[in-house]
């Protein structure tokens, strides 16, 4: 199996782990009061951090760097990619929360193309051509999904939405500069749930709502959720460069519709089902010779 391979499949693992995400996060207005983004953030990221850290203590090996390990280009490039993905995290659930969680998602989804971006400003890794078209063709199909009316009241939400995948993109961007160096995925994964989960401290404590015990299970499945999304992030771009394989993040939207019709009875209309063959086929004209 080539390491591309491994980056797509790695990718595709992260996408449907953070549709699970999503759905949990959406699902816990429904059973108790509302609660801030801050407060989903930080029970998504200790159950991240929780699993993260038994990873990384069960696969750390003498070969794979650790705390002794790190230096200040690297502590840098973690420290850049928590404050962005942070940043992300909570608007992102802020928009989960205001607007449909399909167009949420499907604006979350620029963050595949900030990260081509920001990799050939950053990285100097020159996309070709049709790696940013297949890019290009992805995001119409993610426009078709989201058939975006932007409306006067929510369009901070949707700001908020695009604010998220403007942060991941930066975030991924650190992530593939990170696999260069070979840093532990686990770490990578423990160091980014225990900054944003310390990041989200300050605002629970001034704006805290009591949580019912299904909201908390749920947010708990929103923490296995997003471990896996991590995962699957961090070892994507270890093994491939995000030109290769960022296209196949759009798999998210179509794991996210699935879920919805599964769990809310939300059925695509035709604008969504064409999104939908649209991102496949840009998935398979990136990935076609």
């Not at 942070?86 to 595949?112: D, H, Q, V």
């Not at 950053?122 to 199909?141: M, N, S, T």
């Not at 994507?236 to 179509?254: E, G, L, M, W």
Request: glycine share 6%; with cysteine.
């Amino acid at each position: 199996m080539t390491t591309r391979t491994k980056g797509i499949i790695s990718i595709i693992i992260s996408a449907f782990g953070f549709a699970l995400m999503a759905m949990f996060v959406r699902l816990c207005d429904n059973y108790g009061s509302d609660i801030s983004s801050f407060q989903k953030s930080f029970f998504r990221n200790i159950i991240a951090f929780i699993i993260a850290t038994f990873v990384f203590f069960r696969t750390n090996q003498p070969n794979q760097a650790s705390l002794s390990s790190l230096n200040l280009k690297t502590t840098s490039l973690l420290l850049c990619r928590c404050f962005a993905g942070c940043i992300g995290i909570f608007a992102n659930f802020y928009a989960l929360s205001k607007i449909p969680i399909a167009e949420a998602m499907a604006l979350n989804k620029t963050a595949p193309f900030f990260t081509v971006l920001f990799s050939w400003l950053f990285l100097k890794e020159l996309p070709k051509p049709r790696q940013l078209l297949a890019i290009l063709i992805a995001f119409i199909g993610v426009l078709l999904v989201m058939k975006p009316l932007f409306s006067i009241n929510d369009s901070f939400a949707f700001s908020c939405a695009l604010i998220g995948g403007l942060g991941a993109g930066i975030a991924y961007t650190c992530l593939r500069k990170l696999g260069v160096y070979k840093l532990n995925p686990a770490f990578i994964v423990l160091f980014f749930s225990a900054f944003s989960t310390l990041a989200s401290v300050p605002f629970i404590i001034s704006e805290f709502n009591p949580m019912t015990l299904i909201q908390i299970i749920i947010m708990l499945g929103a923490g296995v959720g997003a471990a896996v999304g991590q995962f699957g992030i961090t070892m994507a771009y270890r093994f491939a460069q995000p030109r290769q394989v960022a296209v196949y993040d759009y798999s998210n939207i179509i794991f996210t519709a699935l879920l919805g019709f599964a769990l809310f009875n939300q059925i695509p209309d035709w604008l969504s089902i064409t999104g939908f063959i649209t991102i496949i086929i840009a998935a398979i004209y990136a990935n076609s010779k």
